[in-house]
């Protein structure tokens, strides 16, 4: 064997050696962008929704000939410890008014931090933050109670929605946990139920101290 013929063979044997060890080599994960990280965390902990009922039914009282209603406002948590909800709503003013709005039994307990209702634009700002030594809430229960005298046809369609600047916050994240809010739309005039439906989901909503 030439001496030629022997340093090929070994530059080809030291060659092979180099692309062995970097293909055994483990390799770093690629680094994730920051926007993209951020975006991924945020799908972590955004999990709890809000719904308006669509179903509002009549509150009987003996003092007004004219019905008040009544429907609710549903959270579900999907996991996070809920301490605050601030409600941000719009009301249709051409078929609801003496628009209000009270904590319901998942926040029974809770402090108004604000509530401001304008009748001529239609809108409301609600909030409610969790009892002082009460860390939040899980699982779904109602947040808050919207009642309202109607005006129109029967068959005329309200609405209540939910605005962008709603948010859900809870312990442990500094930033909103909500996901979605589903607003309610349902005919006026006598085509509601005349009682609550049976099942609000509250009484599944537990405290967490």
Request: hydrophobic share 40%.
């Amino acid at each position: 064997m030439s001496r030629r013929t022997l340093i090929l063979i070994v530059v080809l044997i030291g060659i092979t050696a180099v692309l062995l060890a970097i293909a055994l080599t483990p390799r770093e994960p690629a680094p994730v962008p920051s926007s993209l990280q951020q975006a991924r965390n945020n799908q972590s902990f955004a999990q709890t929704t809000l719904r308006i009922n669509n179903n509002p039914f009549v509150v009987k009282s003996a003092s007004s000939a004219v019905p008040t209603y009544s429907t609710d406002v549903i959270m579900a948590s999907g996991g996070n410890k809920v301490n605050m909800v601030q409600l941000e709503l719009v009301f249709d003013v051409t078929h609801l008014y003496n628009v209000d709005i009270k904590p319901g039994q998942l926040f029974q307990n809770a402090t108004e931090l604000i509530k401001k209702i304008d009748s001529k634009k239609g809108t409301i700002s609600y909030a409610l933050a969790a009892p002082l030594g009460q860390k939040g809430f899980l699982d779904k229960g109602t947040v808050a109670v919207i009642t309202f005298l109607e005006n129109g046809k029967p068959g005329e369609i309200a609405q209540i929605s939910f605005l962008p600047k709603t948010l859900v916050t809870a312990l442990g994240i500094d930033k909103s946990v909500l996901k979605t809010a589903i607003g309610a739309t349902f005919p006026i005039a006598g085509t509601l139920p005349s009682s609550p439906p049976q099942n609000t989901g509250s009484p599944s909503s537990r405290p967490v101290y």
